[in-house]
């Protein structure tokens, strides 16, 4: 399926790759109808279902509720498999089916989408959450805005509602273009206010979610109620990593490798979950503000010549694998106790320690996963 808001274009193969049908579907009531109608002469089937954490999660869920097995094809694999099979990137709903149905049928391991109610309340709050942090900063700027033109010079950068009250307190101006421009700021000092209240709200809410999944996120430094429920939302099951390295590899902390002949060097990789990678970043800007197993870390590699950036991405890489056996040590330990059960120290992991300075971090990105046997862990949920 290559899905779109409000219509669907679908391709119906067999395992050998042949097309069978295909068709395009409204995504209204009467369409979604007619389209499980046409598809129901196909007794055994999966749907394979393009972005399904993105455009493609509303019709996703609704099968899935349906009873019907769904797999999520990632938009670069249906994108290389359109370029692969045409020649070319050309772009149609029908060109996208077909590639979408091609790595639905040639790949393993897609991941399966699963009905979870306890995770898709903890989407909505966290989505809801960066909402409210993207409407603060934009109405701050407009804030800043008008009292450069109502106070010579401006106000400090970081501005809070108090503050912004106090110095708006102290101007009167008397041209009409200026009392306008204090009424508006003072509207929008009001608008912050309530964003502030509804952000702290927000965040207890989220925070009693976290701990009721059983989750330990909260407990790592420099991790909030959005960071932590944003990792328990895009990983969903930690086990579909191999390994740290896949983990990394998947939140852009790996570092990409570019070597030539004799030059061994490494760069940054831009790719990757970037609001992973950004929650990441946030722990590591945290943990560098205070003495902290980080700090000590960060300082040890510049000591060693590694400029500050450099430092920073290793940190990173090092956070990411914490983080990784974090979410493993809580999966062993929930599968034990159910959700909320309390962390014991008889589980153990191939991530490193449970401090920055401990296991390897300056790996690139990891070559294919190996056919080794994992654990026994629960399933995606």
Not at 106 to 134: F, I, T, Y
Not at 138 to 151: F, P, S, T
Not at 158 to 166: I, P, V
Not at 238 to 253: C, E, Y
Request: hydrophobic share 35%; proline share 5%; with cysteine.
């Amino acid at each position: 399926m290559d899905p779109h808001k409000r219509s669907v274009t679908i391709e119906v193969m067999d395992a050998g790759e042949t097309v069978l049908d295909g068709g395009r579907f409204g995504t209204d009531e009467a369409g979604f109808a007619a389209m499980r109608d046409y598809v129901s002469r196909f007794g055994d089937r999966v749907w394979a279902i393009e972005g399904c954490n993105g455009i493609g999660r509303h019709v996703a869920v609704r099968l899935v509720a349906l009873g019907e097995d769904v797999v999520d094809v990632p938009p670069k694999l249906s994108a290389r498999a359109r370029v692969f099979s045409t020649g070319q990137g050309r772009k149609t709903d029908a060109t996208d089916a077909h590639s979408v149905a091609l790595v639905g049928t040639r790949m393993s391991g897609l991941r399966p989408v699963v009905n979870n109610e306890q995770r898709e309340e903890l989407r909505v709050l966290v989505d809801r959450r960066g909402w409210l942090g993207e409407e603060h900063t934009r109405k701050v700027a407009q804030l800043h805005h008008l009292l450069l033109e109502l106070i010579p010079g401006g106000a400090k950068k970081d501005l809070s509602a108090a503050q912004a009250k106090a110095l708006l307190a102290k101007v009167r101006p008397r041209d009409a273009a200026g009392k306008a421009r204090r009424r508006v700021a003072a509207e929008l000092i009001a608008d912050l206010e309530r964003i502030y209240l509804r952000r702290k709200a927000a965040d207890k809410e989220l925070t009693e979610l976290i701990r009721a999944s059983g989750s330990s996120l909260l407990d790592l430094n420099g991790i909030g109620p959005t960071g932590a429920a944003r990792l328990l939302v895009d990983v969903e099951d930690i086990t579909r990593f191999p390994n740290r390295d896949h983990f990394a590899s998947w939140n852009g902390t790996a570092p990409i490798d570019a070597s030539s002949g004799d030059h061994v060097r490494h760069r940054l990789s831009r790719q990757g979950n970037r609001q992973i990678n950004r929650t990441l970043h946030i722990m590591a800007t945290v943990q560098l503000r205070r003495p902290s197993e980080g700090r000590s870390y960060f300082d040890r590699k510049t000591a060693a010549g590694k400029t500050n950036m450099e430092a920073m991405r290793c940190l990173k890489r090092r956070l990411s694998d914490l983080v990784y056996k974090t979410m493993l040590d809580d999966l062993v330990i929930t599968q034990r106790t159910g959700p909320g059960g309390q962390r014991g120290n008889d589980s153990e992991s191939s991530a490193t320690g449970s401090q920055p300075h401990t296991g390897s971090s300056d790996k690139p990105l990891p070559g294919p996963a190996r056919p080794e046997p994992k654990p026994v862990l629960p399933a995606a949920s």
